[in-house]
């Protein structure tokens, strides 16, 4: 019998390889997808205190685990000139304990039921959330409005906060992409609170704690409230929870309204940062507010632009150019308010070259609708991950609480999926003429002003 040397088991190998190569080598073309899938939003119980408290009640999934967040309509758009900082610097205080519970007290309450309170503040809205199992609901509505109601605000943790306060701050200013917002929202919006991104040093040095005292004074209470509690839970006895620990909570000031009546222009702004690898850009201007017709068909132009992984934009400067890494554009909304954007941390040598493939874009897309296929793409990419977005109890209620605060009415959510995929390709040309003007834009560039100032030249005075 023949005996097969290992070289002719390597050949033997190696043509059978060959033979099978083109097989894995095919490029296989991808299943088409299916038909973009509707979000039913659950079941909800909805109802008003005597003192003007707003509740949402909404059962909601299998875990055993509830939801409790409290929105009340305070934040920076309401500090005043004298005290910026203040807004940012009381969420921070309401954790260090109640008028009946010290911060290590409250933490534990808080950890005893399998959560952490978290108090975000944003420009509009203060929030007080709390994700615990199903058990503690009535408790955790209890702990939230006792954090609420009767903040401890202790003397002695002022020095430290405004120290952590003031090191943050120092943080901030260190990254590229905030002196970048700094900027923007600035000449965006001038001297309306929306224009502050930071407080300066010296504005959180002078805060004091009847600063403080006063802006919760000036700013809480229940008739800007709203408390939403999703998941698994006892609904009466999380309604009796409201009911004790809300219902006597006094309905304090109402709420301020202060829309920015910005407008649209042209400027280039320059922050130089010496010997910069990089050169951080945001360019951008006043689009749709979210309460306009155009917001959502908006949202399908802007993913299909710059605002998706797989945009126009993206796929020429990162994928085409190599000009930076990772792009975006954005629709970023206020109360009533709203600008669009692009972002980009771009190569120092190809800053010109940047934008210029930027605005050529924003120009095919006006010019030209996209194709069918095309569009079809990035409005299942949205449909999908809306859904996915409302997919758990904490999701649902920042959706919930978005479409409260612009007061979008129950139809948004539920028909959201059904108006994304009603966006034709003529809608997206018209509404990329009609929004996205590149010779109304302010561009703000952070980089190295020697090294960039001959590129930008033909973007100076609306070209």
Not at 346 to 359: D, H, R
Request: proline share 6%.
């Amino acid at each position: 019998m023949k005996t097969t040397t290992m070289k002719e088991h390597l050949l033997v190998l190696t043509v059978c390889l060959m033979g099978v190569a083109p097989l894995y080598g095919q490029k296989q073309t991808p299943p088409e997808g299916g038909p973009a899938k509707s979000f039913t939003v659950p079941a909800s119980e909805a109802y008003v205190l005597p003192n003007g408290l707003k509740v949402t009640l909404v059962p909601y999934g299998v875990l055993p685990k509830a939801a409790v967040s409290l929105t009340v309509d305070a934040g920076s758009l309401n500090e005043g000139k004298a005290q910026a900082g203040v807004a940012s610097l009381e969420g921070n205080f309401f954790r260090e304990g109640t008028a009946t519970l010290s911060s290590r007290q409250l933490a534990e309450a808080a950890a005893g039921m399998g959560s952490t309170l978290t108090v975000p503040v944003s420009e509009d809205q203060t929030k007080f959330e709390l994700d615990v199992l199903q058990e503690f609901a009535p408790a955790a509505v209890r702990l939230v409005a006792d954090v609420a109601e009767h903040p401890g605000f202790p003397e002695t943790e002022l020095a430290r906060l405004k120290n952590d306060a003031l090191r943050n701050i120092v943080l901030q200013l260190s990254q590229p992409q905030t002196i970048a917002e700094i900027r923007f929202r600035k000449l965006v919006y001038g001297e309306h609170p929306y224009g502050t991104v930071v407080p300066t040093e010296e504005d959180v040095k002078k805060l004091t704690l009847q600063d403080v005292k006063g802006y919760y004074a000036a700013n809480f209470g229940a008739q800007r409230a709203h408390l939403y509690v999703a998941g698994k839970f006892d609904v009466a006895a999380v309604k009796q929870a409201i009911a004790e620990s809300f219902g006597g909570w006094g309905k304090g000031p109402e709420r301020v309204e202060n829309v920015p009546t910005e407008k649209a222009h042209r400027v280039v702004d320059v922050t130089d940062r010496p010997d910069a690898p990089q050169s951080t850009l945001k360019l951008g201007l006043p689009v749709a507010t979210p309460i306009s017709v155009d917001t959502i068909p908006l949202i399908v132009t802007d993913a299909l632009l710059g605002g998706s992984f797989g945009s126009r934009i993206t796929s020429n400067i990162r994928e085409q150019k190599g000009y930076t890494y990772s792009p975006y554009s954005e629709i970023s909304q206020r109360y009533h308010d709203a600008y669009w954007a692009q972002n980009a941390d771009v190569t120092t040598q190809f800053t010109g070259a940047s934008l210029k493939e930027i605005f050529s874009e924003i120009a095919r897309l006006q010019n030209e609708a996209p194709g069918t296929a095309e569009l079809k793409g990035i409005q299942r990419y949205l449909s999908g991950l809306f859904v996915i977005r409302n997919s758990s109890r904490g999701a649902l209620i920042s959706q919930l609480e978005y479409v409260d605060l612009q007061g979008l009415g129950e139809s948004y959510l539920q028909n959201y999926v059904q108006r994304v995929n009603a966006v034709t390709p003529e809608e997206v040309r018209k509404l990329t003429q009609k929004y996205i003007r590149p010779e109304e834009m302010v561009i703000v560039v952070v980089g190295d002003k020697a090294k960039i100032s001959e590129q930008l030249a033909p973007f100076q005075g609306g070209k």
